[in-house]
């Protein structure tokens, strides 16, 4: 059995590439490219994203479970893998076809069009095999090579506004190739069983259920743009657009969590090992919310300095964008805890639909609301109250089978600490240099945040550091 430990190292490489590449990029396109040229692109591909969403409907989930319950016999996960990779195969030929006709109506045509290769992928997508299998060295090597090429040939090719497309081409063009890349490991995996019409019609139902909720996510993570668009102008989209970049920092690293989580917990629900689920859960509770928590009150603490440093003076209303949207990260940390590690395993997929719906209506009511007059501060609180909801609702559902009183206990002390981190981290002046302003706030606010959790957590970070 694959290694928990090693896993999350495999994920957690990947995922700290991704937040240093754009360390790279962002400053470089948000003065080449400019606040409209990145709107117009975050618009473009928040409409292509629906459509992948329609392709995979609840496949990233529910294609990592089913994998992870049969993974030790080849015979069963081949049927497996088939039945519902044809069912993709339908609901992705559907959704591009869709697509294609929509791209003759929408207004910035040259960019939809070639976001058309982003919406090709969900055809192509089996990440939820290699999840399910707990192969994360097979996603993570791949998609690592892939982009470091897409930036080399952003830095190399995108050098005015002018080059919008040929963006928009490195980008759609590397999230084709990127499971496109997954296709000859395959082989030595499974075998080929054609799969009858019941077998795929079999999954259907529930993958549809677990679909309902990725839809509702995509309201307050996807719709906001949209609705940003349609009400604001692009420059709004793109001042949220970079906001939310920053979001995935700390995001991006729980995911990492959940990725890893998700098919261990489905394969300790199906031998029904509660004890040591249970252990797993409360030390994630602790190391996840704790990542979120120190990450964003952090980024929160160097806004001021990292904003008109990071993008450029024009980009100076990002500060405010900050404040609202980062402090969301303790709350999707905490939710995803929920959600990948006993939601999904134990099949309470309804528990969980009802939650993102839930955030879903408050996210639009309050976009609809605050978007006129706000703007993009108006979608950043949207996205703060719905992400907030959705945790507090997941944590109602589980609390008779959970000692949720105890989880949250930790997450409020996590939260203090890291709350003292940027109360310090503010206070330093500015040294009339960012580069060296910004790295004297890190230190010390890395420094306090440590020592505040060596202080109660120090037989747990023994415990991790000799697994």
Known sequence: MSSIKKNFTYNLIYQILTLILPLVTTPYLSRVLGAEKTGIYSYSYSVANYFVLFAMLGLNNYGNREIAKVKDNIEERSIIFWSIYFLQLITGGFSTIIYIIVCLMCRNSQINWIMSLYVLSGLFDINWFFWGMEEFKITVSRNIIIKLVTVAGILLLVKSPDDLWIYAVLMAGSMLVSPLALWPYLSKRIYWIKPSLRQILL???????????????????????????????????????YSERVIAIPNSLVNALGTV?????SNLVAKNDTTQELSIIKNSVILGTGIAAAMSFGLIGIADVFVPFFYGAEYIKCVILFYVLLPSSIFISAANIVRTQYLIPHGMDKEYTQSVALGAVVNLAVNTLLIPSLQSVGAAIGTTMAEFIVCIYQFICVRKKLPVQGYIIEIFYVTVAAIVMMSVVYIIPFMGNYIITIGIKVVIGVLVFAIMMILRYVNLITQIMHK
């Open 203 to 241: 999954h259907f139902k529930p993958n549809l259920v677990l679909f309902i909720p990725v839809i509702a996510v995509s309201l307050y993570k996807i719709m906001d743009k949209i609705m940003l668009g349609w009400m604001t102008t692009y420059i709004e989209v793109g001042y949220y657009e």
């Open 261 to 265: 989580m998700l098919p261990r917990m």
